[in-house]
């Protein structure tokens, strides 16, 4: 016998069981979204994190790198300075130097190296006139450029000797009777002068080269050198 009551109550039962079926199908469903959701957030949140510390670490980098090269600039400014330094007596005798009255610019003047140290050249006929031991004026201006820089703090501790050389034409209308004493005397003159312009005695000497070394010409011949002992 067909109880209506009895399947009707098991129809509820089973839509029942259903419904809540479905709703826990459906809260799992929301449960599994938001867990993504919250799963990619976090991600964002640790991609966001590294590429911050990414970008710091690169400014740290880069920082670094331009200390780093300012100061291998420095020392690069540093290292060409030591060279001018070094190179500064043979500019400023070759017009190559600043404006600190040496002997810069002076035609006149000649240098070069030697064994024995820095060695100051000047023509005989710019200091002296024929047969004389006496020194021109206009020489003086020469010579006060050359008593500047042997005062200087570059060679001031060094010594210095004058060598004074005529060429080979025979004494004949001078009181000097040969060519060793004229010499002698012209590198007497170029010490007496440097030593009234404030170079220490102690530090000069003189001597006549005659006509020893001679150079291309006559004129070329006839000079004094100033060595500067450095060596």
Known sequence: MWNGSTDLGEMDMEGMWKRVFMTGLLAGTLALGLGGCNNNKQAQEDAANEATE???????????????????????????????????????????????????????????????????????????????????????????????????SRYSRYSVRVDGYTDSDPIRKSKWGSNDALSEARARAVENYLQSKGVSSSRLSAYGRGASNLKKTKAESRRVEIIILNR
Not at 114 to 120: M, S, T
């Open 54 to 152: 990414l970008r710091t670490k690169n400014a740290q980098l880069e920082q670094s790198l331009r200390e780093r090269d300012a100061t291998i600039a420095e020392l690069q400014r540093s290292q060409q300075q030591q060279v001018a330094t070094q190179q500064a007596p043979v500019n400023d005798f070759q017009g190559g130097g600043g404006n600190r009255g040496y002997a810069n610019n002076d035609p006149d003047i000649q240098r070069d190296s030697i064994a024995e140290g820095d060695r100051l050249t000047v023509a005989g006929d710019v200091l002296f006139g024929s047969g004389s031991a006496d020194l021109k004026a206009t020489s003086k201006k020469t010579l006060d450029k050359v008593a500047a820089e042997l005062k200087s």
